[in-house]
């Protein structure tokens, strides 16, 4: 049940922004976006999560486009431990998470 | 807290031999999540209890999985008889299952290598 779409793999200099799109033209009113990422051999850890608003937190920031079908996760000053597999997810209020294939993002020195 | 506390968090065994995961979510969520994660299948998720009551188990691949939750502090992942396809990392994640909040906190994995 594929309900996002993201590059399988990105780069990005250290120290600079790190844009990671995600489409999810399917979503529907009451279905949140919830990105997570998860770094080599650890488990995935949540980064932010939002419905119609934009949202900011110390790790990132969400843009959801105004019709919804798509966002971007923004991490404002890459580093090297910014290197992880991200995931985007489309959830209904229900619990259960769809955890696609994500995108691969190598932070460069 | 500590987090989701997994165990053991490196597992080898032989073909045909029981395999028991253990797993205890964080203090005061209601809901565990046991998933697991391959190289070619990803991500995915085995089965989740609501207050202790398996609430889905539709992700269990087969008869030889069994999940448990006896108490609101532990789960178990059983798998009996292992076979070597069920080799993978193996986490557990708990939530509070609030709606707007809904966060699912992952442990450190189990690493199940059967040979």
């Known amino acids: 049940d594929a309900k996002t779409t993201q590059p399988p793999s990105m780069d990005c200099a250290e120290g600079r922004a790190a844009n990671l799109p995600c489409n999810h033209s399917?979503?529907?009113?009451?279905?949140?976006v919830y990105w997570y990422r998860q770094i080599h051999s650890q488990g995935p850890q949540y980064i932010i999560h939002?419905?119609?608003n934009n949202e900011t937190n110390e790790m990132a920031s969400l843009i959801i486009t105004e019709d919804r079908k798509s966002s971007t996760l923004i991490l404002p000053h890459a580093t090297l431990r910014d290197t992880a597999v991200y995931y985007c997810?489309?959830?209904?209020?229900?619990?259960?998470?769809?955890f696609g294939t994500g995108t691969s993002l190598t932070v460069i020195p | 807290d500590a987090g989701v506390i997994q165990s053991p968090r490196h597992e080898v065994t032989e073909m045909g031999q029981e395999v028991t995961l253990r797993c205890k979510p964080i203090s005061g969520h209601d809901y565990l999540f046991w998933y697991r994660q391959t190289m070619m299948r990803g991500l995915e998720l085995l089965i989740y209890?609501?207050?202790?009551?398996?609430?889905?188990d539709s992700g269990m691949p087969e008869d030889r999985f069994s999940a448990k939750m006896p108490n609101a502090s532990f789960s178990t992942l059983k798998i009996q008889p292992s076979e070597p396809r069920d080799s993978a990392v193996y986490f557990c994640?708990?939530?509070?299952?609030?709606?707007?909040?809904?966060?699912?906190?992952f442990g450190a994995g189990t690493r199940l290598s059967v040979l």
């Open positions: 997810i489309v959830r209904p209020t229900g619990n259960q998470f769809y």
């Open positions: 399917t979503i529907s009113g009451n279905e949140y």
């Open positions: 994640a708990s939530s509070t299952g609030l709606i707007a909040k809904n966060i699912q906190y």
């Open positions: 209890f609501n207050n202790n009551v398996p609430i889905d």
């Open positions: 939002g419905l119609k």
